[in-house]
């Protein structure tokens, strides 16, 4: 019996610390069934409410809503709340009932701005085996927004991993690090942001492959610089280039030059990226050049007289292409009247007979590039003068000449003449230089007219002695030998 009644108290004893499950309260009461939300900015729903344990007769006579912050979250009459803006507020349900009781009941809610999506301004992540970096930082967007947890994750574990905020490199590969939002904010929602890794091995050596002297490189080409760097399979992502003179010539990220201007600079490439964390560095000297783009004889015609010796320099463009190494071959079609020979980049133009040629100069720099010149030589005297009198006026002495061309195919556009004043016994008394403007056609005769001041002019004097000293056409001048000038007497009356 004892034992029997001691049993019984031990279970009501139970019953009063540990209430059967189910069992509900007493009395009446009002209830929300979501006690908590947590919602989204622009997020809304619905919450449900009820009454319990109502007495015999008992009924509800108004029911309202209440926000502790509606510019939060606000709630209509029909029990739908529309989160507003972040922050956190309390959705109170009131009820009166026909016995004069109030009841309320509380809902806590948070709102939270969700994340839109990560960036970051590195793309790529280069390590070599057995060295560790910091995790690139990323940007969660929009800034205010509510971020739970941000994991990081490698999908290939045994390339690298992630440990107290580093990447540790273990081998060489390629994998892919990933950054995860999770917000689990009424939905899972997860926002991720990956980077490309690649492990390479460490660099043991690194030099500048094949370099004799100076590189050269065209200007407006690109080359890759010649590395040498083991063991293979190191990326140039893991190297830093810089130019000693970027307006000469630039060189990208990943080695590639670029030749803008001629000149010479300095490409320098260097790494850390070894076991023990050592500087290697190469440099290779590079000059840009730029090749021949045209070259040609001017002027083109070009004449010259009888017994002359022309020298001849071809014109080559771009003005500053490399000439360091080039050399030019020339030909005459006719070395009978015009024989020419090299000297480096001048050509010796012989004229020994009245003819025409033509003159071809031609790069041997494999570029085939030429230029050609029609020549023609013409008498020793181009200009002679036919006629000429002379009559003295009131301040000096005027002259009018008749003139003949010789040179074929060419205009003669200005004489210039040389005077002399003599006596009676032929001694000279004075003397000058007139240009004398006259246009005459090819082979045909001109006529011109020139004065000399009476205060130039002796009174004693009673003759000229005139020659024509030098020719100007078109494309140039001619100064006519000493010996081959042929000369006139005219009288003074």
């Not at 809304?44 to 008992?58: A, E, F, Q, S």
């Amino acid at each position: 019996m004892r034992k029997t009644v001691s049993t019984l108290i031990l279970i009501l004893m139970f019953l009063l610390v540990f209430p059967v499950s189910g069992a509900e309260e007493t009395g009446t009461y009002l209830y929300i069934e979501k006690s908590s939300v947590q919602v989204t900015v622009g997020g809304y729903g619905w919450l449900k409410t009820g009454m319990r344990n109502l007495g015999p007769g008992v009924r509800m006579t108004s029911l309202s809503w209440e926000s502790t912050d509606e510019t939060v979250v606000k709630i209509g009459d029909d029990s739908k709340y529309t989160a507003v803006g972040r922050g956190k507020a309390q959705l109170i349900r009131r009820v009166k009932t026909n016995d004069g009781q109030e009841y309320t009941a509380v809902c806590d809610v948070q709102v939270v701005v969700p994340v839109d999506h990560l960036e970051s301004e590195v793309t790529g992540i280069f390590l070599v085996a057995g060295r560790e970096t910091s995790l690139p930082e990323i940007r969660v967007l929009p800034e205010e927004a509510d971020v739970r947890t941000c994991t990081w994750s490698v999908a290939d574990p045994q390339v690298a991993s992630v440990k107290d905020g580093k990447l540790a490199a273990h081998m060489p590969g390629k994998t892919v690090l990933t950054a995860t939002c999770d917000e689990r904010i009424d939905k899972h929602r997860l926002r991720t942001l990956s980077f490309q890794v690649t492990v390479t091995p460490a660099v043991e050596t690194l030099s500048v492959r094949g370099q004799n002297g100076v590189y050269r490189l065209e200007a407006g080409k690109r080359e890759v610089m010649p590395l040498q760097i083991t063991p293979g399979g190191t990326t140039p992502e893991l190297l830093h280039f810089a130019s000693s003179a970027e307006d000469i010539l630039t060189v990208s990220g990943d080695g590639v030059m670029l030749g803008l201007a001629t000149g010479k600079a300095v490409v320098t490439v260097w790494t850390d990226q070894t076991v023990s964390g050592e500087r290697l560095e190469a440099s290779l000297t590079v000059e840009v050049f730029r090749k021949i783009e045209r070259i040609s004889l001017r002027p083109n015609p070009y004449v010259a007289f009888r017994g002359q010796t022309v020298s001849l320099t071809p014109v080559i463009s771009p003005a500053d292409a490399d000439l360091s190494s080039l050399t030019v071959s020339w030909q005459s079609d006719n070395p009978y009247s015009a024989f020419v020979r090299g000297d480096g980049l001048t050509g010796s133009v012989v004229c020994s007979q009245v003819g025409q040629s033509t003159i071809t100069v031609r790069a041997e720099d494999g570029s085939r590039k030429r230029g050609s010149l029609h020549f023609r030589v013409e008498p020793t005297v181009p200009v002679t003068i036919r006629e000429a009198s002379a009559e003295r006026q009131e301040g000096g002495l005027n002259l009018s000449l008749q003139l003949k061309s010789r040179m074929r195919e060419t205009t003669v556009r200005e004489t210039q003449l040389h005077w002399e004043a003599r006596d009676r016994e032929g001694s000279m008394l004075s003397f000058g230089d007139s240009p004398l403007p006259v246009t005459m056609q090819p082979a045909r005769r001109g006529y011109g007219n020139f004065r000399i001041p009476e205060e130039e002019l002796p009174p004693e004097a009673v003759c000229l002695i005139l020659r024509v000293t030098g020719v100007s056409y078109p494309n140039g001048s001619y100064e006519i030998p000493e010996e081959a000038r042929e000369s006139l007497e005219v009288p003074l009356r």
